[in-house]
């Protein structure tokens, strides 16, 4: 947010530097982010001076050049080359000096120099209107007044502000600060605090009156609770054309276009005291009524960027007899509004709701300086005022007189806060104890009324424009921040625990996980928690019910909390395939949310997603697709790094993977994965394989702190490894194999391995072949011949008998 200090100068007399200042603002609360130097002119005029022509005779080598001498003021006149037609003796002119540096309209600098044209040494330029800034006129040079001095500085002819633009990095908060008056409310309190005795100064509308009661408009507020109050009033016989320089420089000053006297007006007092206000054409109302209501959805508004909108059923509307006007607090429409033809208008200043203004123009994508006001909360008690101050402004600048008594739509006050004060709680939370005059000073400075005082505390009215001040805490941070951090005294001596915390700490297992996923070639992503309502009707598992609905949502496409990962996870690879980035691995740790109908509960989970190759393409490397096995090598890796190794696994039951896996331990269910099914890859957009995986971080957290890990010698006696080749039925599983050499060897099986798999020809029907290594050991002695083919001798017959295997 811009502010002009000279602006700010207008409501409170300080001879400040605009540095001094704007550290007071920081240390308020008003962040100063920056401040930039504003001239109307660009240049300042700096280098110009007033000259008269002492001799104009025709240049010898060009027909529209005139070669002139012009005194400056100097022991001699200067030498100027000039092409204007209008460039004689005797006139009072603006020279441009050599070294002097002027700016085309599209604010490039360029700089004077001595030159010759057509032979002829030139000294300076004389100017015309737009080569100086200070109109668009290009037909001949300025011709001054006669009676101004030889040798004056034009800056000092001309009306040239000089200002100091403070940018504010504005928090949400701060409603009550979005204005001049409002950023000189604070730093009066400030200035108070600092000793400095200031008075606030605002303008007066003692002047306001009613001329004629010629043009009555009427008002009918059908909504009373998206327009708590409205104010209007009728303004006849103005005359709409540009603003006097004054207004146009204030508002340039903090980066507005002037358009006209009207609007101008209209955006000057937004500024000024943070109100805003629309002017409508007062012939362009049908029926001379003004009714605020919202309309049917589906309906047709063509608002001001000449945009024709669909209107929903929540929007409030400014509308007349006929049709809608303006879309309340946000956008006003294209053919209501204030033209060069425009002689009567009517005057809008109103109180909306800041929730119904925020989910319009979020609804519409609009973000205009109303609309940004009025969705952080305005101060409603000061709707009449700021109609006054304008109508006062229009009648001095436009013309034209006051037709009617001011239309004042207010049923329910709003009322101010009542907050009480503890000296005790102030004192615990500064962390020091303030005087109690000094607090009642600082408050008073902040307009916050002091209702009673007691020994215990304070209590206390604060202003309905302070809609961020309604709890004690909130009062004590207003004292803090107008006292000053800085003056909060530190002890000498600083006092910390160290506190014990366990190697299971959900932050620490997520950085160990972390790292080694991302020494894996894995990316960290963070999406957001707010999703679209939509993604519940891809999976089953999901129940629209359940979503946590936003009250306030930002689109129609973050509405509710997501319920899974996976869909905020697969716009992430949607988007990376979209830029031609193919080979992905993405993982992130997150939370999942759901409504149920007695309470709310969120879930941690960790998300894995896999989609192309492995592995970058290399000339030395063959390129291998990322498939079902690496993301389970990948699955078992993570669960085994966190000690949990006795994994039961089923076929997962998630309803959005294909071909998976879930496994467990006991009844506690840590992770589904496997390929996510093309139906919900076809709603992203992508064609190609998407491998997920889906931790459910609770539960792993759970299973990792009831893990014991247990040490053990390295072994000193060498292991064996045996190989089988089994002819099997198709339906037999390695984990069938796997069960069952465990049972027959429970004490010396070290390890079972699947290590090739064939089918094809030169087998049965029906028939595959597995590759099997068994790797045996024993942690005392040596194993001895005898001892290894015994086992294997039970193992392929326990194979034979329970499966029907043969060795091939």
């Known amino acids: 947010m811009k502010i002009s200090y000279n602006w700010l100068k207008q409501f409170i007399k300080i001879d400040w530097d605009a540095e001094k200042t704007g550290e007071l603002l920081t ?117 001054l007044d006669p009676k101004i001095k030889v040798g004056t500085a034009a800056a000092e002819i001309f009306n040239i502000e000089n200002d100091e633009v403070f940018e504010i990095g504005l928090t949400p908060n701060r409603a009550d600060a979005m204005s001049h008056y409002g950023v000189a409310r604070d ?34 507020v059908q909504d009373k609770e998206k327009c708590p109050r409205y104010c209007g009033v009728t303004i006849s016989g103005v005359k709409v054309e540009a603003s006097p320089s004054w207004l146009q420089n204030r508002l340039k000053s903090i980066g507005l276009s002037p358009i006209n006297n009207i609007v101008d007006i209209t955006n000057y007092v937004l500024h000024e005291l943070g109100q805003p206000l629309h002017a409508f054409d007062a012939n362009k109302i049908s029926n001379n009524k003004v009714i605020v209501k919202t309309c049917k959805a589906g309906t047709k508004f063509t608002t001001l960027d000449e945009v024709v909108r669909e209107l929903h059923e929540d929007d409030l509307m400014i509308c007349d007899g006929e049709k809608p006007m303006c879309i309340a607090g946000v956008f006003g429409g294209i053919d209501s509004g204030v033209t060069e033809g425009t002689t009567n ?107 009673n005082v007691t020994e215990a505390g304070l209590g206390l009215t604060v202003p309905a424009y302070r809609n961020d001040v309604q709890r004690e805490a909130d009062i004590i941070e207003e004292i803090l921040r107008v006292y000053g951090y800085n003056n909060v005294g530190t002890t000498e001596k600083l006092n910390a625990s160290i506190s014990n915390s366990s190697r299971f700490e959900d932050y620490k297992l997520q950085n160990v996980i972390g790292n080694q996923l991302v020494s894996q070639g894995f990316y960290e992503i963070m999406a957001n928690s707010l999703t679209s309502p939509k993604y519940a009707e891809l999976s089953g598992d999901l129940n629209e019910d359940h979503n946590v609905k936003m009250l306030n949502p930002l689109s129609n496409d973050l509405e509710v ?95 959005v993977i294909s071909e998976g ?59 064996v490894r045996r190989d089988f080749a089994l002819l099997l039925d198709n339906s037999v599983t390695f984990e069938d194999i796997h069960t069952i050499a465990n049972q027959t060897e429970k004490q010396l099986l070290k390890n079972v391995n699947l290590f090739d798999v064939y089918e094809g020809k030169n087998l049965p029907s029906g028939k595959k072949s597995y590759a099997v290594s068994f790797t045996l050991q024993d942690e005392n002695k040596t194993l001895t011949d005898k001892q290894i083919d015994k086992i294997m001798n039970k193992l392929q017959a326990n194979f034979e008998n329970k499966l029907g295997a043969e060795l091939r």
């Open 187 to 220: 730093l009066k309190a400030g200035l108070l605090q600092k000793e400095v005795p200031i008075e606030l100064i605002t303008p007066s509308v003692m002047s306001y009156h009613v001329d004629t009661r010629s043009l009555k408009i009427d008002v009918d």
């Open 27 to 143: 240390d308020l609360g008003l962040e100063i982010e920056g401040i930039e130097q504003y001239e109307s002119v660009k240049g300042g005029l700096k280098g110009i001076v007033v000259g008269e022509v002492l001799t104009c005779e025709q240049h010898p080598n060009a027909d529209r050049l005139k070669i002139t001498t012009v005194n400056i003021g100097d022991d001699a006149p200067l030498q100027i080359v000039c092409g204007a037609p209008n460039v004689a003796k005797g006139q009072k002119v603006p020279v441009a000096t050599i070294g002097t540096t002027l700016y085309t309209a599209e604010g490039e600098a360029w700089k004077i120099k001595k030159g010759k044209i057509r032979g002829e040494e030139s000294h300076g330029m004389i100017c015309a209107e737009d080569e100086l800034g200070l109109g668009e006129s290009h037909d001949g040079i300025m011709v």
């Open 661 to 719: 896996m879930s496994l467990s331990i006991g009844k506690k269910r840590l992770v589904d994965f496997g390929l996510v099914k093309k139906s919900v890859l076809k709603h992203f957009g992508i064609s190609q394989h998407v491998l997920f995986a889906d931790f459910n971080w609770d539960n792993v957290l759970e299973m990792a702190q009831h893990n014991k890990i247990k040490y053990a010698a390295i072994p000193k006696y060498p292991a």
């Open 345 to 451: 208008i009517f005057l809008e200043s109103a109180y909306f709701d800041p929730v119904s203004v925020r989910k319009t123009a979020k609804r519409h994508g609009l973000n205009t300086d109303a609309s940004f006001r009025f969705e952080r909360g305005i101060d409603p008690n000061i709707t009449e005022y700021a109609l006054k101050r304008a109508a006062l402004l229009i009648t001095e600048i436009a013309g034209g007189e006051i037709t009617s008594d001011i239309s004042d739509s207010y049923p329910n006050k709003i009322n101010d806060f009542q907050v009480r004060l503890s000296f005790e709680n102030a004192a615990k939370l500064i962390g020091e104890e303030i005087p109690r005059e000094t607090i009642k000073s600082i408050l008073t400075s902040l307009e916050i009324k002091v209702n």
């Open 561 to 655: 909390m997501r319920q899974s990962l996976l869909f905020s996870g697969l716009e992430a690879v949607s988007h990376n395939i979209n830029r031609k980035r193919n080979d992905l691995k993405l993982f992130e740790f997150g939370k999942t949310y759901h409504q149920f109908s007695d309470n709310r509960e969120e879930h941690k989970h960790l998300s894995l997603f896999g989609s192309g190759n492995k592995n970058e393409e290399r000339w030395n490397t063959p390129s291998s697709p990322s498939d079902f096995f690496y993301l389970k090598g990948t699955v078992e890796a993570i669960l085994q790094r966190l000690g949990l190794n006795r994994l039961k696994s089923a076929p997962t039951k998630s309803d």
